[in-house]
């Protein structure tokens, strides 16, 4: 379970990383398909970022297996790249949802 004030410092972000977009595109999308395609762009680069991880997870596994996690050095400092890259992607995925949901809310007359 993450830290009650970490959690607190993630939904900052993510109010911080929707009023950039905001600010940069406006408060919704133009359209159901453009918001979607943002969306599935911004999984997608979550997903190579744990692809990443997982690539590097092995790795680190096989060098434990044959004692020698000392040369894993480069590639554990790799993952915490990948997983803070991680972070920052889900924190865009949940300001695209919140921009998502506000498009919505304005073409379906706020009907939820």
Same mark, same amino acid.
């Given at each position: 379970?993450?830290?009650?004030?970490?959690?607190?410092?993630?939904?900052?972000?993510?109010?911080?990383?929707?009023?950039? /977009?905001? !600010?940069? +595109?406006? %408060?919704?999308?133009?359209? =159901?398909?453009? $918001?979607? *395609?943002?969306?599935? #762009?911004?999984?997608?680069?979550?997903?190579?970022?744990l692809d990443?991880?997982?690539?590097?997870?092995?790795?680190?596994?096989?060098?434990?297996?044959?004692?020698? /996690?000392? !040369?894993? +050095?480069? %590639?554990?400092?790799?993952? =915490?790249?990948? $997983?803070? *890259?991680?972070?920052? #992607?889900?924190?865009?995925?949940?300001?695209?949802?919140?921009?998502?949901?506000?498009?919505?809310?304005?073409?379906?007359?706020?009907?939820?």
């Amino acid at each position: 379970m993450i830290a009650e004030k970490a959690t607190e410092a993630i939904e900052q972000a993510v109010c911080y990383e929707l009023q950039s /977009i905001v !600010k940069k +595109y406006g %408060a919704v999308y133009h359209s =159901e398909h453009e $918001a979607y *395609a943002v969306l599935k #762009e911004e999984i997608e680069e979550a997903a190579d970022c744990l692809d990443g991880i997982n690539k590097n997870l092995a790795y680190i596994w096989a060098l434990i297996k044959d004692n020698h /996690i000392k !040369k894993g +050095y480069a %590639a554990i400092k790799e993952t =915490e790249q990948y $997983a803070i *890259a991680m972070a920052e #992607e889900a924190t865009q995925i949940a300001a695209v949802c919140k921009r998502f949901l506000e498009t919505i809310d304005g073409i379906n007359g706020d009907e939820k």
